[in-house]
């Protein structure tokens, strides 16, 4: 790759060397380009040196220098243009930093106009070039091991295993906010104990159900399929009973060699003078404990030369859509589809993703994917002040995350619009948390879905669950809140905050204070509030909310004060006010819950080649009127999903 | 040889605290492995390290005097019945936990280093990477002599969602113990799971006979899939290969486990009493974890182990003590008194779980002496103050005699920018693995010798 892109830097060649590959239908236009990274236009560099350079000399270098690197932020020392312009999220952050007037600080020599002008159409242009020039790569997935979720639901589906012998394992370590990222992923000597022990206690689970004397009728077993007739028989019924399980266990049809060594246990039971049917359970337990079941394996194409990249298979393709929507195996008629080639037809791809959300294994979405991505999984270590909270007990924590699984379900289930999720006039709420709501007429324990006013409640923003794990244990945190709104809906996180935070002088601010007047003193401070002025505000329109989410009016002897001014000028009062300020940028939501859907569905963090894709999927989805199944389905169909990058051997 | 007596006495005192349903274990394959101690006159050394999050309250930490004419500070006063078993190391650091260039993260640096002494790579999750740590230095070296390499416990298993520090992967504040540069070693957190696997379970309570076919059954299951394994490297590339190592690893000390199995006789009729799940008080916890490494040792299960009092960045709220904020928000305390207060109790709380575990280490004889004799035990953090962040004079207790190796009741002041890595050095030589370098370290530290 990196030889490539000396060769190719030439724009003009490139251009040319395209079109010829285009012309002979040849597949390897997109990698034979490489990513645009450090593949600067020679106008922008040219635009770089007159025009951008001396205006930060001016304006920006005397505090964004190494030495001083205010706000965490070097603008100086990069080695040449092309680094520098390559830069892009850091361009990006310059863009906004000059657009809304937060940069420089007011104290320091303003830039004119058009000076200013000059440059953010000058930043403006080079972003839309460089993404222009970027092409899309299938990327590096790891192999990825079952998580724990996804353990559960495939021996589930698998064998029908009632209990769940996962929640014995360890937990999975999460990157990029989720628990499906291969590289991450691990498998110590303890967890491979722990599957084991499971795979033991599987088999025998299967076989007392299947072989005793209350056990199912034959065509209701998931193994024992095919009565053994005596001795004789025994090779063939084992490999009748064998080879179908395998082959789900597997997400392939196994190979000869496979099944052989896998019926070679039956024998070895036998020898040991066990039963036939003993035998199975030892053939399940090491089905259950090899790496083609453990990991998701998809193999990597023998290269000589040439393009590495392919199209994964239609097994890999099926297991890819399954584990995605399900968090589980094919089924049956998935398994079938990619065997027949299916999956390839646009038509039956989508029916089958309309079948499977329609399934309610779909609910694996709300529970694994949502409760990542809104973070709502965090419930179970939420741990407000007893003293302060005292209603916050098990049975409402459990009502919360209930409440917003039930409500993505429906979204889900009902293929609803996705800018649903931000303002919806609908919730489910039983008796305890519609009284916690302070709304009336709801009684029992069991869920009922409920009209709500949206200026107090509908959309997750409201929602206790999310309301509660962005709250510390005693007080609610605007900047939590806010930090949450711009990772999980906006796809626009701050910058950590620099090592050395200068600790807010606590002295000039009263600390009986609200705590909005305490958090203004962070944007009286230079380094603090080029950030603090984006959380800060998303956080103060949720301020009705206490920290498990009960609607208030007063902090303490404070009325609320629930406004907020964004750096760009917007302005909103109140929750209804913030979520329609949210809605007025349908496009970023969009774009930041598909990117939080295509690394959980790939299991691996984004790259700036993936950029095209997500611009594709935010425009169809939007054509598509915001159909939660136009996400899913543009998200099977692009194609990093669809394909998978080749790893040459000497790397 | 540690008679029946002895045995029943030290098991029963640990497990009573537990609550919750009690199981009868009569026949323990662990136990059995333990009775074939080396004779007393070698006694191998131990070494544990225990992890603390977010720093301390160093003013509240660090002795006046240095030398072994000290006052303990309210922070270790707890330790004082240990007194002499102890050292207070001081101006020990990590270099390689500061930003160097990556921004924010210090609490994902902290503990990714503390073990490792290596700069860990800035990634939420595409290329992790640390250094392997001391504690599996020593395991790789010792870990065929006990039926467990090594022991990861922690007291907060990790957060479920979100992110843990800008920009790092939650792997790197979970784990303190790294197996490799690229592989961490997940702590167990559930005290139950713990002793299942160090002392067996109550399912298997099987005959002799039974219990051969089994084993007999787990061996071919393993040879069936070290088989398909070897057959699945051939069809991977190069990262997926490195993934599947891990598999690789995994099985084989399985293997090496079934064989020690084999070389141990079974032994007879010892009850213990196992706590359903984690007990909710934060001391009977922290205490039953360390109790479960105390005994790990005395039995010889293990002579490594790593324990995370919590994970790196906790926000967990001590109401034991009556701290309602949770323990990272309030350690940014910004020079509040009742926010340092509540973190100084929050430092004695842990101080006093350690003691506890020092305590009981003393008591349990062991060859020719005690527990405490022939171990090392770290406790610290790889954050010295919570609200500045820095890594430089890091809090360090160094407990035990190694075998007669190290000299202990001093405050030993160091350099302020000494490698926290150099302890390390001269554990890792007591526990009989010399070793010429570890992350940042630039050689063994002076004045901890005993001879």
Known sequence: ?651 | MISFTQKRTLDRRTFLRGVGAAVALPTLDAMASALPRPSASVSPVRMAFVYIPNGVIIEDWTPAADGTDFALPHILEPLGPSRDSINILTGLSHHNAQALGDGGGDHARASAVFLTGVHPVKTDGANIRAGISVDQIAAQHLGHHTRFASLELTCEPGKLAGNCDSGYSCAYSNSISWRSETTPNPPEGNPRAVFERLFGSASENLDPATRAKREKYRGSILDFVLEDTKKLQNTLGPTDRRKLDEYLYAVRMIERRIESNEKFAASEGVELEVPESAPKDYAEYARLMFDLQALAFQTDQTRIATFMMAMEGSNRAYREVGVDGGHHGISHHQGDEAKIADIRKINRYHMEQFAYFIERLKKTEDGDGSLLDHSLVVYGSGISDGNRHNHNNLPVILAGGACGNVKSGRHIKYEDETPMANLYLNMLEHAGVPTQALGDSTGKLNYLSAV
């Open chain 1, 1 to 651: 790759m990196q030889h490539h892109q000396h060769i190719l830097r030439n724009k003009p060649f490139r251009l040319c060397l395209t079109a010829l590959l285009l012309v002979a239908g040849c597949e390897t236009v997109k990698d034979a380009e490489g990513p645009a990274g450090g593949d600067a236009i020679p106008e922008s560099v040219t635009a770089y040196n007159e025009l951008l350079q001396p205006f930060m000399n001016q304006y920006c270098y005397s505090c964004h220098n190494v030495d001083d690197m205010k706000g965490g932020v070097d603008l100086e020392s990069f080695e040449t243009p092309e680094i520098a312009l390559g830069n892009m999220a850091l361009w990006e952050r310059v863009e906004e930093m000059l657009r809304t007037g937060q940069m420089p600080p007011e104290r320091r020599p303003q830039p004119s106009a058009e000076e200013l002008e000059k440059v953010l159409a000058f930043i403006a242009s080079h972003q839309e070039a460089t993404r222009k020039a970027i092409k899309s790569e299938p990327g590096q997935i790891t192999m990825r091991r079952l998580n724990r979720a996804e353990y559960n639901n495939t021996v589930r589906d698998l064998l029908g295993v009632a209990f769940t012998p996962a929640d014995d394992f360890p937990p999975d370590d999460s990157g990029y906010g989720f628990d499906t990222i291969g590289s991450v992923l691990t498998l110590s000597p303890m967890l491979m104990e722990k599957y084991l022990t499971a795979a033991e206690r599987i088999a025998h689970d299967v076989y007392t159900r299947e072989t005793g004397t209350e056990s199912k009728e034959v065509s209701r077993r998931y193994v024992f399929t095919c009565e053994h007739e005596g001795k004789a028989h025994m090779a063939s019924c084992a490999q009748r009973v064998l080879a179908p399980v395998v082959r789900r266990a597997y997400r392939r049809t196994p190979t000869r060699e496979e099944m052989n060594a896998l019926l070679h246990f039956v024998q070895l039971a036998r020898d040991n003078e066990d039963t036939f049917e003993q035998g199975i359970e030892v053939a399940l337990q090491a089905m259950l404990v090899s790496p083609q079941f453990l990991y998701r394996v998809e193999e990597n194409p023998k290269l000589r030369f040439g393009n590495p990249d392919r199209r994964v298979n239609d097994f890999e393709l099926a297991s890819r859509i399954s584990y995605f929507l399900w968090s589980s195996m094919p089924d049956d008629a998935l398994l079938r589809a990619a065997e027949q080639g299916q999956l390839q037809n646009p038509r039956t791809l989508r029916l089958q993703i309309a079948r499977m959300l329609r399934d309610e294994k779909s609910i694996a979405m709300a529970e694994h994917f949502a409760g990542q991505w809104l973070e709502f999984r965090n419930m179970a270590v939420a741990d407000p002040d007893p003293k302060l909270f005292p209603t916050f007990d098990k049975p409402l924590r459990e009502a919360m995350e209930k409440e917003t699984i039930l409500f993505y379900e429906s979204i889900v289930r009902e293929d609803r619009s996705v800018l649903d999720f931000i303002d919806a006039d609908y919730t489910y709420l039983n008796a305890s948390l519609a009284n916690h709501y302070g709304i009336d007429g709801v009684t029992g324990e069991n869920f009922q879905r409920v009209t709500v006013d949206r200026a107090q409640r509908g959309g997750v923003l409201t929602q206790a669950s999310i309301l509660t794990v962005t709250s510390y244990p005693t007080r609610t945190s605007p900047v939590l809140r806010g930090v949450w709104i711009l990772h999980n809906i906006l796809a626009a996180p701050p910058p950590p905050p620099p090592p050395d935070v200068p600790a807010l002088e606590s002295a000039k601010v009263d600390q009986s204070a609200p705590m909005r007047a305490r958090l203004e003193e962070h944007r009286s401070n230079e380094s603090c509030a080029s950030c603090h002025a984006r959380i800060d505000p998303l956080g103060f329109g949720l301020e009705n909310f206490d920290a498990v989410g009960a609607w208030r009016t007063t902090d303490g002897d404070h009325p609320i004060d629930n406004s907020g001014t964004l750096p760009d000028g917007r302005s909103f009062t109140g929750v209804a006010e913030l979520k329609s300020t949210l809605l007025e940028r349908k496009d970023e939501f969009v774009r930041c819950l598909a990117e939080k859907m295509l690394v959980y569905g790939l299991g691996r963090g984004l790259e700036p080649f993936d950029e095209p894709v997500l611009d594709e999927i935010v425009a169809q989805v939007a054509r598509n009127d915001y159909r939660y199944s136009a996400l899913v389905y543009e998200i099977v169909r692009s194609l990093p999903f669809q394909k998978r990058r080749g790893e040459p051997e000497k790397s």
